[in-house]
């Protein structure tokens, strides 16, 4: 007999609502929720192929525990004592930042990877911490940290009323969208234009989302923050610049004018590979618009110049008078957010507290640059102890970050490693102890990251579609556990870890003015918590102490986790709405449109003014049916066009005599791939594609369908020297490199004619 159960696909950023269909304890079916508040039934091939994904025959089972060398099936108590008698003796003997946190990309799509990190990392206090970050958004961060005070304070395009978006980098149609949740971003685009709007794309590639546009700007690969800097300065130079309300909340509005005098759309034109002419209309256009966005992802981030490219979009969306407005881009409110403090100065954002021990490279929220994970430990120096011990958790950096090669003989000489993951791949079949969490029917979910910032304030809650199958261990006890393990615990109850997050945050709330809370009795509060479990009830406290809580009652129609239950289609908040000057942490308590950090990174940005790199430029793309590096194992999401290729240019490949389908050979500072051609005209002249996650034919792993189409890790390309200073965030777009025909080469390189490794004019 089958039954439906509803589930919040965690398969990309746009959160939809899936019915699930349900035979026994297998998914056998999904389909878009009619009656999901948000994503009212929109469906993508990645989530149609729940199913397959929740059911991958190589997920493993049980944990895996190394002896004698080998990775063999273990029970859970042996697990987690392997991880306690393998972590503590690194704390104890080379001290806490010995021990590595590694934080990968599914820990935003999990209600585990929200809630234990930040407690295993507090525990810990190990400044080793290295996270998908800065391998994307860290840039956006960064800049948002600096302008607005606050980090995680991202402004969200208003899709569903804006009149003009200018999108940069980023190819919704393909990805599902990115910092910018929003069901059907497909069909929002197409709304846009249908009610008389305008779409402007700025991509290095003809993508399927640049097809859909008014206009396509094919700039050349790292120059948008060149571009953007030329707009404000148009909008300065024709007076076109009017902040509308924002006026009393910024300051530096001069200064930037100042700042960027030279950079006019003549200087740019030459680096962008843009017309001047075409730059004054983009600017004009954006000025123009009754309302209006300036949204830009991944090609604007993972570049050299990533976070003034991210500054720059706020910078024009703040001198549009675009910001906080509806139609321009806003700041969510999201149902789990703190309990909004009164506007006022706030402690502001610092950059570079601290530095990694080898290249002496700034921290970033926190954060080290995941291109410096392989040095850190694998080169001693007299600035402290190397890592020698790892906690991976979601993550995939032998393939997601700069040279694989060098991390996979890093992880080869840890001391210890533990990795949190499904499957046995190129990261986790270094390990020392692997911990399978559950697939994704067998997890509850709430996005804690996404509604921060989805284009509509709602929330929703999903209970396991299918009970957990014996054997299994929700990942929240999994990580519960871990935590316990890494820090001296070993063996305590798992539930004592929430009920020691619920007593604190409680304990703080009771001591703060502004929370609905304030003077009441902790203990008594606790005992007011619904929910089965620890996370529920953590889920619980959050919504209540929320911006729309029941405050434990002193607003009784707020939320609580049974409201939310009682809704399984979740619960609409309404259109994003003007927050300002509420959201603002800067110490001055305006906007700082020009601070000191950005100012100082702007000579290398006008150096790069007279950069015209001579030779072929690398950059990304995503294919619809992918995700990063761990859905190639499942055979509905692979073949057809979702191939590891090289998109060319024909007059590239005609000049380096490079044929469609042909192998080509990739060098680049880090190594070289080699992979078929694809002869197309949807990359510009100068500029070759390479779909990052691939590369699934090292030994060790279980990945069996994935191995039968490896394809190559394009980050091999990488050395991982090339970094925006600012963020720490690699640059993944816009890296030189030489391409030749692999035959030219021969095998072992070096022997073919030199002049085949050829490079753009
Ligand atoms: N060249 C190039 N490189 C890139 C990018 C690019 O555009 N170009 N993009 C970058 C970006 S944006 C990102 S976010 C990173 C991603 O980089 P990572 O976060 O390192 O990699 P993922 O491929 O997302 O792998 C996630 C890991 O999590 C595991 N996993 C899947 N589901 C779960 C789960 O429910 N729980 C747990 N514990 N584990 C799970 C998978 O098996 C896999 O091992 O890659 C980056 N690398
Ligand atoms: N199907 C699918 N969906 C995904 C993922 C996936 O792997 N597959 N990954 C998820 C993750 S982790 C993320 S972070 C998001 C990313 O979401 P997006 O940012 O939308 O991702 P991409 O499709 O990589 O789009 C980046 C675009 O930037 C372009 N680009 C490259 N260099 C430059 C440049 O210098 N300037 C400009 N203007 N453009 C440039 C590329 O050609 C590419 O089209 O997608 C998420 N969704
Ligand atoms: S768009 Fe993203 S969230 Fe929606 S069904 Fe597809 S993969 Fe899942
Ligand atoms: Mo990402």
Not at 24 to 41: H, I, L, M, N, P
Not at 118 to 137: E, K
Not at 572 to 579: A, F, N, Q, V, W
Not at 669 to 677: F, K, L, Q, S, Y
């Amino acid at each position: 007999m089958s039954r439906t159960a509803l589930r919040i696909c965690p398969l990309c950023e746009a959160t939809c609502g899936l019915t699930l269909t349900v035979d026994g304890t297998r998914v056998t079916g999904a389909r878009g929720d009619r009656e999901d508040v948000f994503s009212k039934g929109f469906i993508c091939p990645k989530g149609a192929s729940f199913g397959a994904v929740d059911g991958d025959p190589d997920r493993l089972r049980t944990p895996l525990v190394r002896k004698d060398g080998a990775l063999r099936e273990a029970t859970w108590e042996e697990a987690f004592d392997a991880v306690a008698a393998g972590l503590r003796p690194v704390v104890e003997r080379y001290g806490a930042d010995s021990v590595g946190v590694v934080l990968g990309n599914p820990n935003v799509h999990t209600m585990a990877g929200a809630l234990y990190p930040p407690v295993l990392l507090g525990a810990l206090r190990t400044r080793s911490l290295f996270t998908a970050s800065t391998v994307d958004q860290m840039p956006k961060h960064v800049s948002s940290g600096l302008l607005f005070g606050d980090a995680n304070a991202i402004p969200v395009p208003d899709l569903d009323r804006t009149g003009h978006l200018l999108l940069i980098g980023a190819n919704p149609l393909e990805s599902n969208g990115s910092l910018c949740t929003a069901p059907d971003f497909p069909g929002k685009l197409k709304a846009l234009r249908a009610r008389g709007g305008t779409l402007t794309v700025v991509d290095p590639r003809r993508t399927r989302t640049a097809r859909l546009a008014d206009r396509h700007l094919a700039i050349r690969p790292g120059t948008d923050a060149l571009l953007l800097a030329a707009m404000v300065t148009v909008l300065f130079e024709e007076d076109l610049a009017d902040l509308k309300d924002l006026a009393p909340h910024v300051r530096g509005v001069a200064e930037v004018r100042e700042a960027l005098r030279d950079f006019t759309p003549e200087a740019v034109a030459g680096a962008c590979d843009v017309d001047a002419d075409v730059i004054r209309t983009l600017a004009r256009e954006l000025a123009a618009a009754p309302t209006a966005a300036v949204y830009a992802r991944i090609g604007s981030c993972t570049v050299a110049h990533g976070t003034l490219a991210s500054w720059l979009v706020d910078v024009l969306n703040i001198l549009t008078g675009n910001l906080d407005r509806p139609g321009g881009a806003l700041f969510p409110q999201a149902a789990t957010d703190r309990t909004p403090r009164p506007a006022g100065p706030g402690h502001g954002f610092a950059l570079g507290r601290w530095h990694s021990r080898v290249r002496r490279l700034p921290e970033a929220k926190g954060e080290l640059p995941f291109s410096a994970l392989a040095e850190e430990i694998d080169t001693a120096t007299d600035e402290g102890e190397p890592v020698r011990a790892l906690v991976v958790v979601a993550a995939n950096p032998v393939l997601s970050a700069p040279d694989g090669d060098r991390l996979d003989k890093a992880l080869e000489s840890l001391d210890f490693m533990v990795s949190v993951d499904p499957y046995l791949n190129e990261t986790s079949r270094h390990a020392d102890v692997v911990l399978p969490p559950p697939p994704p029917a067998q997890s509850p979910h709430h996005d804690f990251a996404f509604n921060t910032l989805a284009v509509r304030n709602q929330v929703r809650y999903t209970r396991p579609a299918i009970p957990l199958e014996p054997g299994r261990m929700a990942e929240s006890e999994i990580l519960a556990r871990l935590i316990l393990a890494a820090t001296g615990m070993h063996g305590a109850d798992p539930a004592a870890v929430d009920a020691m997050v619920v007593d604190q945050t409680l304990a703080k709330a009771v001591q703060d003015p502004h929370s609905p809370v304030y003077g009441r009795d902790p203990v008594a509060l606790a005992t007011q918590l619904t929910g089965d479990n620890g996370p529920e009830r953590r889920l619980d406290l959050m919504l209540r102490l929320g911006p729309y809580g029941d405050g434990f009652g002193a607003r009784p129609d707020g939320l609580t986790l049974a409201e939310l239950l009682a809704h399984p289609h979740g619960i609409d908040l309404g259109p994003l709405r003007p927050r300002l000057p509420q959201p603002l942490k800067t110490r001055s308590g305006k906007i700082e449109l020009l601070p000191e950090p950005v100012a100082g990174d702007l000579p290398r940005l006008r150096a790069a003014l007279a950069e015209r790199p001579a030779g072929l430029l690398l950059v990304g793309r995503r294919h619809l049916r992918s995700n990063n590096s761990w859905m190639h194992n499942v055979p509905a999401l692979t073949g057809g066009s979702n191939r590891c290729t090289v998109h060319i240019h024909p007059e590239d490949a005609a000049r380096l005599g490079v044929r469609d389908g042909a192998d080509v050979r990739v060098k680049g500072a880090g190594g070289e791939v080699t992979a078929p051609a694809e002869v197309t005209d949807s990359v510009r002249p100068g500029v070759v594609s390479i779909p990052h996650g691939w590369g699934h034919d090292r030994p060790g792993t279980r990945l069996t369908h994935a191995a039968t189409a490896p394809g190559v890790n394009v980050n091999q390309l990488l050395d991982g020297s090339l970094l925006d200073p600012l963020s720490g965030t690699a640059v993944l777009n816009g890296v030189p490199v030489e391409v030749a025909v692999a035959a030219d080469l021969g095998d072992g390189g070096g022997g073919g004619p030199q002049g085949a490794l050829g490079v753009a004019p």
